[in-house]
Nanobody
């Protein structure tokens, strides 16, 4: 079983930055595709970014390309989401997630394990 715990959310003004972290308790963290999704009030959860086991492959939603960067540190069992140039429409609960099924599913936002989420609020 994999446990994922997010941190780093908060309130920021438009144009600002935040870095989300997600710590995993699993021993096989380095073998998982890791990703971030988000859910805004009244909307469905949507894919944000994914990274493969080595960090050599990444995928981003069009809405965050060029502003967000996903990375991972397998020695620390942690995945990060650096968010720059934040916009009010980025306001959402951000979820960390892990996929055992490889890049094909993880890069599409299909995951086996989910964290509890962390709130990001961007004020205008």
């Amino acid at each position: 079983q994999v446990q994922l715990v997010e941190s780093g959310g908060g309130l920021v003004q438009a144009g600002g930055s935040l870095r989300l972290s997600c710590a995993s308790s699993g021993r096989t963290f380095s073998s998982y595709v890791m990703g971030w999704s988000r859910q805004a009030p009244g909307k469905e959860r949507e894919f944000v970014a994914a990274i493969n086991w080595s960090g050599g492959l990444t995928s981003y939603a069009d809405s965050v390309k060029g502003r967000f960067t996903i990375s991972r540190d397998n020695a620390k069992n942690t995945v990060y989401l650096q968010m720059n140039s934040l916009k009010p429409e980025d306001t959402a609960v951000y979820y960390c997630a892990a996929s055992r099924r490889g890049w094909g599913t993880g890069s599409r936002g299909e995951y086996d394990y989910w964290g509890q989420g962390t709130q990001v609020t961007v004020s205008s």
